[in-house]
C-alpha cells in the first residue's frame, strides 16, 4: 500500500531508462547477495558502497557520487534478527519500527555516514533485508541535507509502523519495491507492520501486473514452494527485470 501522493506521481519506470536502471540495479544486488562484491561487512551486515563514477547505468541522469547495495539475510543469525519483529519507538524520526531491522541498521549506521561525507547525491538499493537498511539509510542522508536519488529495493519486507510511513513518504525520497513472483517475504511482517514508498509487481516471465500475484487455491504445494524460491533466488528478479519489455 502507497499513500495518495505517491500514487499521483510520475512512473519512474515505464521509461526505457527507468527499466534500465532497475535491470543495473537487480544484477548489482544478486552479485552482493553472492559475497561477489561485498566492501563492507559491520555486525552481519553486509553491503557494498560503489563510488558514483563506477555505476554504469545506461541512460541515467544525473549521475549519483556513490551507489550503496545492501545485501539481504544470509545466515541463522540474520534470520533470527529478522524474526525480531515487535514494533519499537524511534524517538529520532518518529513512528514505530521493526526491532530487529532497526539493530542492525545502528550497527552500521555511523560507519557508512563517514563513509558517505562528501556525496551530495546517493542511489540505494538492496534485496530482502536490504529494504528497510535502504530506508533508514535514506532517512538519515536526508535528514543532511543528501539528496537521495532512489531507493530501487526488491523483495523486501514490511519494517515500520503507518506514523513512521507517513513521515518517510513526507521527505520525497523516491522509493520503489519490485516485488516479483508469489515473493512471500514482502507480505510479512503483518499486524501494524506498513510498507512505505511504490510497489512496482512483475511476473517471473517478466510481465508488470498491477498487484502481487496470488497462489492458486487447488495448488498449495506450488505456492510454498515459489514463495521461498522466488525470493532466495535474488537471480529470480534479475531475469524478470531482464525480460521486463513494457
Known amino acids: 500500500m502507497t ?36 566492501s563492507l561487512d559491520v555486525g552481519n551486515v553486509e553491503l557494498r558502497v560503489i ?5 554504469e547505468v545506461p541512460h541515467f541522469e544525473p549521475a549519483v557520487d556513490a551507489l550503496v547495495v545492501f545485501a539481504g539475510s544470509n545466515d541463522l543469525r540474520d534470520w533470527m534478527r529478522n524474526l525480531s519483529a515487535l514494533l519499537k519507538a524511534c524517538p529520532e524520526h518518529g513512528g514505530r519500527v521493526h526491532a530487529g531491522f532497526e539493530g542492525d541498521f545502528q550497527r552500521v549506521k555511523n560507519i557508512l555516514l563517514d563513509r558517505l561525507s562528501g556525496c551530495a547525491r546517493v542511489g540505494i538499493s538492496g534485496h530482502s533485508r536490504a ?11 536526508s535528514s543532511r541535507g543528501v539528496e537521495v536519488a532512489f531507493v530501487v529495493t526488491f ?5 515500520c509502523d503507518a506514523a513512521r510511513r507517513a513521515r518517510y513518504d513526507a521527505r520525497g525520497i523516491p522509493t520503489h519495491r519490485f516485488v516479483v513472483g508469489w515473493d ?5 511482517p503483518k ?31 506450488r505456492f510454498l514452494w515459489s514463495a521461498v524460491d522466488e525470493h532466495l533466488i535474488a537471480n529470480e528478479y534479475a531475469r524478470a527485470l531482464r525480460d521486463w519489455e513494457s
Do not use: I
Request: glycine share 8%; aromatic share 8%.
Open 3 to 38: 499513500s495518495p501522493d505517491l500514487e499521483k506521481t510520475p512512473d519512474a519506470f515505464a521509461s526505457a531508462s527507468g527499466r534500465a536502471l532497475a535491470r543495473y540495479l537487480a544484477v548489482r544486488c544478486a552479485s552482493v547477495n553472492e559475497g561477489e562484491e561485498l
Open 51 to 55: 563510488p558514483g563514477d563506477s555505476v
Open 131 to 141: 529494504h528497510p537498511l535502504a530506508c533508514r539509510l535514506a532517512e538519515e542522508l
Open 155 to 159: 523483495g523486501g519486507p514490511r519494517w
Open 184 to 188: 512471500a517475504v514482502p507480505r510479512w
Open 191 to 221: 499486524w501494524g507492520y506498513r510498507h512505505v514508498g511504490r510497489m512496482v509487481c512483475l511476473t517471473t516471465r517478466g510481465r508488470r501486473v498491477p498487484r502481487q500475484q496470488r497462489p492458486p487455491l487447488w495448488a498449495p504445494w
